[in-house]
């Protein structure tokens, strides 16, 4: 199955600052996947994010909040932009796996904004 | 739409003990069901799957199975560890693989 390394693993930022997250994967993928997991609570999708296209988000999400680039196949980028507090979350990607019928998940930003 | 539903927490249990965490979903089409474990300060790791009614799902001593009259995916283990103590995620997958929807996960903590 598929291996992503996520970068950075975590981080303190502060207020308005802005925060870009990668992941690497080492083979092609045709879609990649952004949750967020608040403290305590369950994944989130954010946005969907296909090569070669714009990112699909989910209601509540929205692309000045958070630019997605999907430049090719095995890389994807999220950034949180003019960060607060509420921004506080563990942020992760992920990929579906068809070859397997499963999904890999890259390891999680865990942000702090102060 | 697809959703999960799982079962409120926390879950206390004592070493040894018998471990239900229900889990059900509603979905169009043929879904794939998983559970998802997420250790302390971890990321999620795949536990168990099923991609087809009355599959069942095994792993570390986890079982589940996939029961399309009832809509279910219980999660189950005959005799927990300390070592199980963390968050278990239900999931359902759509036929094309696409998003995964997520349940609210359940805490599960086993004493010694």
């Known amino acids: 199955s598929a291996v992503i390394s996520q970068k950075p693993s975590r981080d303190i930022c502060q207020r308005g600052t802005s925060l870009t997250i990668q992941c690497q994967v080492d083979?092609?993928?045709?879609?990649m996947f952004w949750y967020r997991q608040q403290p305590g609570q369950s994944l989130t999708l954010i946005a969907t994010?296909?090569?070669?296209?714009?990112?699909?988000?989910e209601s509540g999400f929205v692309i000045d909040k958070f630019p997605i680039s999907r430049p090719n196949l095995t890389f994807s980028t999220l950034t949180v932009s003019n960060m607060s507090p509420e921004d506080s979350s563990i942020y992760l990607c992920?990929?579906?796996?068809?070859?397997?019928?499963?999904?890999?998940f890259g390891s999680g930003t865990r942000l702090t904004v102060v | 739409g697809n959703s999960v539903t799982q079962m409120e927490g926390p879950v206390t249990l004592s070493e040894e003990a018998f471990l239900t965490i229900n889990c059900t979903y509603t979905?169009?089409?043929?879904?794939?069901l998983f559970w998802y474990v997420q250790y302390p300060g971890e990321g999620l790791q795949l536990l168990l799957k099923?991609?087809?009614?009355?599959d069942k799902g095994s792993n570390k001593g986890f079982e589940a199975t996939y029961r399309k009259e009832t809509t279910s995916f219980h999660l189950e283990k005959g005799s927990v560890q300390v070592s199980d103590s963390a968050v278990y995620f239900c999931?359902?997958?759509?036929?094309?693989?696409?998003?995964?929807?997520f349940g609210r996960g359940t805490q599960l903590t086993v004493w010694p």
């Open positions: 992920s990929v579906s796996d068809r070859a397997n019928y499963g999904y890999t």
């Open positions: 083979s092609q993928v045709t879609m």
């Open positions: 994010a296909n090569q070669g296209s714009e990112a699909t988000y």
């Open positions: 979905a169009t089409g043929y879904p794939s």
């Open positions: 099923a991609t087809k009614a009355d």
């Open positions: 999931a359902l997958a759509g036929s094309t693989l696409g998003r995964l929807y």
